[in-house]
């Protein structure tokens, strides 16, 4: 899992979203980010987190927060997934894990018995001075915003 702690400087981060816009890190100064890391876009479990993480949307931008959601598909598939879920946030398709190891969340998991590598579900609050206030290791995929703005 992630070496990553709280109090430390974010790493940096830039990648495309569904769209094909460059979303940075250094976008969202003064603003607190809410990065939040996914195994695979349509799956249940993703499906459950990011349409929680988009009902509560008005709530994130009420507090500053801007939603970002980070896998490793493809820019078509994190369309597909947005389009498919309404949801109006980036989404990054890290195909080439730059930013998942950065953030150090890929690595050993299992499921259903067999072992793989693969990314673990994992978000990370960064403040408006760009540095990690809060990580989530143990994500509640149909409660998560209340896991966010307990």
């Not at 979203?17 to 695979?40: T, W």
């Not at 820019?75 to 894990?97: C, G, S, T, V, W």
């Not at 690595?107 to 994992?122: A, L, N, Y």
């Amino acid at each position: 899992m992630t070496t990553l702690k709280i109090g430390d400087k974010a790493p940096f981060f830039e990648g495309v979203d569904q769209n094909g816009n460059m979303i940075k890190l250094s976008d969202y100064k003064g603003k607190k980010v809410v990065l939040f890391f996914y195994p695979k876009a349509s799956t249940p479990g993703c499906t459950a987190e990011a349409c929680d993480l988009q009902n509560n949307i008005d709530r994130f931008l009420t507090n500053n927060y801007q939603v970002i959601g980070v896998s490793a598909d493809s820019q078509k598939r994190q369309l597909n997934f947005a389009f498919k879920n309404n949801l109006q946030y980036p989404l990054i398709a890290d195909e080439d894990k730059t930013v998942i190891n950065a953030y150090g969340v890929w690595g050993p998991k299992k499921f259903m018995g067999r072992e793989f590598d693969g990314i673990h579900r994992t978000t990370f609050i960064i403040d408006e001075k760009g540095v990690i206030e809060n990580i989530i290791e143990k994500v509640k995929t149909k409660e998560h915003t209340n896991q966010i703005l307990k």
